[in-house]
């Protein structure tokens, strides 16, 4: 079984500032997605990397996926209130979707 | 378009109910997925359909029986349910069954068994 370590689990930070998001694991994943997902609602893809060293920037958010594709971080500049939610990470091994266990996020204004 | 969509969005059933979720996409996809989701937990998986065959039941309780009536649809229909299964239920769907094929996600159904 493929395992994917979240940390932190949870981060509680004022608007404006910076924080990263990180996805480790012992096994190499063929691709990685990182999802958002708010409440009571279903996963948003934001990204999904599938490169070694690939940097992909949305916005003001910037995904790193490791040089041995083992692990993945997540870096958000200049946090807002609309980027609360719960951030999920999933690594493609073979054809199945393991989950990372969640970051929780919140951003108070 | 990467909409997939279920129905209804929430749920109540007692234990002795019978009941169905749907599952619908548009975009051609031929692999679908249904997952249960817990409170601050992530996504697990419950079963896989491929080309419209089972590929995938995680050890999945016979009171969940999955159901693919064609490459757009998915059901998953539910009797005689626990409270314990309460949840927050998602499908998703991607191109195929293959190798880093990306997983996209409905709003999800949520469910509470009394």
């Known amino acids: 079984t493929q395992l994917l370590e979240q940390s932190p689990q949870f981060l ?3 608007e404006g500032e910076n924080l990263t998001v990180y996805c480790n694991s012992s096994s190499v994943f063929s691709s990685l997605q990182w999802y958002r997902q ?3 609602e279903g996963p948003v893809l934001l990204v999904t990397v599938v490169t070694g060293g690939e940097v992909k920037k949305l916005k003001r958010l910037t995904f790193q996926f490791g040089d041995a594709r083992k692990d993945s971080s997540l870096h958000i500049t200049a946090a807002q209130p609309g980027d609360t939610g719960l951030y999920l990470c999933a690594g ?3 054809n199945m979707l393991t989950f990372g266990g969640g970051t929780r996020l919140m ?3 | 378009d990467t909409e997939v969509t279920q129905t209804p969005k929430h749920l109540v059933m007692g234990m002795t109910n019978k009941k ?3 599952c619908e996409q548009h975009m051609g996809h031929r692999a679908m997925y249904w997952y249960k989701q817990k409170a601050k937990k992530p996504p697990e998986l ?3 359909y491929s080309y419209e065959k089972l590929s995938i039941n995680e050890s999945v309780p016979s009171r969940f029986s999955p159901e693919c009536p064609n490459s757009s649809l998915l059901n998953l229909h539910l ?3 626990q409270p314990e299964d309460s949840a927050l239920y998602l499908c998703a769907s991607s191109s195929q069954l293959a190798w880093g094929e990306t997983q996209y996600f409905g709003p ?3 469910l509470l068994v009394l």
């Open chain 1, 92 to 94: 493609h091994a073979g």
């Open chain 2, 79 to 81: 009797h005689a349910l």
């Open chain 1, 12 to 14: 509680s930070i004022q």
């Open chain 2, 20 to 22: 169905s979720l749907k």
């Open chain 2, 108 to 110: 999800g159904t949520r």
């Open chain 1, 38 to 40: 708010e409440p009571g």
């Open chain 2, 46 to 48: 419950m079963f896989v």
């Open chain 1, 107 to 109: 951003v108070k204004p």
